[in-house]
């Protein structure tokens, strides 16, 4: 059911005016009318499997790992990108990422013919690395985690006059990103609660407009790894903090400190964030793939393990039409292999041998 008419615009107003929202419900439609020229509207299918066995209720999942790029993030970059003036296209441009959004960004410069630079840590993910030199864009790694690549992403742009495309601090980004919002209420107008993945806020920030915008009764659930949850300790302590205690499979969403733009959406819009382990991520990873034939790389999962390992309370999700997100699917085969690995050394009581 799309979502027309001066009515629910007026609605849709009300929503980010209890505090000063750096984005707006109609920043997303007009996002969504240009990503759409290009990129796809993902597929939203129920899970039976999920839905018997942990919901007792409709669990959809919204397959983002079928984008462009294999992510979600195709969006907001490419919303932002093409807002850039022409001196700044011309003088190019550089992003930090662990993967996905650099990926976004390599295709989107791409299409668009721009010279595109792309931090990473040096222990992203080989597949993501090769698949953004792929699409065109120099490749530097540095840092052991996002925050240090983010570090001299911002030195090296002073240095070259490069403008920065940033993963999720960026009301373009934002907005590009909360057209995924838009796209469930399109074939799921009554839907009641979406689970989303979240690192630095850009996703979370924009569905969540998105969403309460339609309809504030929407409950909406971010999830976290517990080795790294910036965004969740933020919300907890009332203020942007860091947090990060280890690397996780999640390591699309391993952000240790939320953005300053994306922190106050979070803490107004989104009702509760859960925490998962890293045995329930491979978890999840794994039932997506036996199960419902998906392949999700770790933040993708998030959403899925925070269902399994029961972290939501019931009252959201029986008799409820549940979303969860899979935001990416680029997840190393090496990795995948490893995941497999680590279940088939179960003893037959489900204790890990080996």
């Not at 793939?289 to 959403?303: D, V």
Request: charged residues 20%; proline residues 3%.
């Amino acid at each position: 059911m799309m979502v027309t008419g001066d009515r629910a615009l007026l609605v849709k107003d009300k929503v980010t005016e209890t505090f000063e929202s750096p984005v707006s419900v109609r920043d997303i439609e007009e996002a969504s009318h240009l990503i759409h020229q290009v990129g796809r509207t993902t597929p939203l299918i129920q899970s039976m499997f999920l839905s018997r066995k942990v919901t007792n209720g409709e669990v959809y999942l919204k397959l983002e790992n079928m984008q462009l790029t294999g992510s979600f993030k195709f969006r907001g970059s490419f919303n932002k990108i093409n807002q850039l003036s022409s001196a700044e296209k011309k003088r190019g441009i550089i992003t930090a990422s662990a993967g996905n959004h650099a990926q976004g960004v390599a295709l989107t410069a791409k299409l668009l013919g721009i010279k595109a630079a792309v931090v990473m840590p040096k222990a992203a993910p080989l597949s993501k690395q090769a698949a953004t030199k792929g699409y065109g864009a120099e490749v530097i790694l540095h840092g052991d985690n996002f925050d240090e690549a983010r570090k001299f992403m911002e030195l090296k742009a002073v240095q070259d006059g490069l403008t920065i495309v940033d993963p999720y601090n960026d009301p373009a980004v934002i907005a590009g990103q909360g057209t995924i919002g838009l796209e469930i209420l399109d074939e799921l107008w009554n839907v009641d609660t979406v689970i989303v993945p979240v690192g630095g806020g850009g996703l979370i920030a924009g569905v969540a407009i998105a969403l309460k915008s339609f309809n504030p009764s929407i409950h909406i659930v971010g999830v976290q790894s517990e080795n790294v949850h910036g965004m969740a300790a933020s919300v907890a302590a009332g203020q942007v903090t860091t947090q990060s205690t280890g690397s996780t499979l999640a390591d699309g969403t391993a952000v240790a400190t939320p953005g300053s733009l994306t922190f106050p959406i979070a803490q107004h819009l989104v009702d509760e964030f859960v925490l998962v382990s890293e045995e329930e991520i491979a978890t999840a990873m794994k039932d997506l793939m036996q199960r419902t034939k998906i392949i999700a790389e770790g933040a993708g999962a998030l959403p899925t393990a925070a269902l399994e390992a029961h972290k939501i309370d019931k009252k959201w999700l029986e008799d409820k039409k549940v979303v969860a997100l899979v935001s990416g699917g680029n997840v190393d085969l090496a990795k995948v292999a490893k995941n497999i690995d680590h279940f088939f050394c179960q003893d037959p009581t489900g204790h890990f041998v080996g």
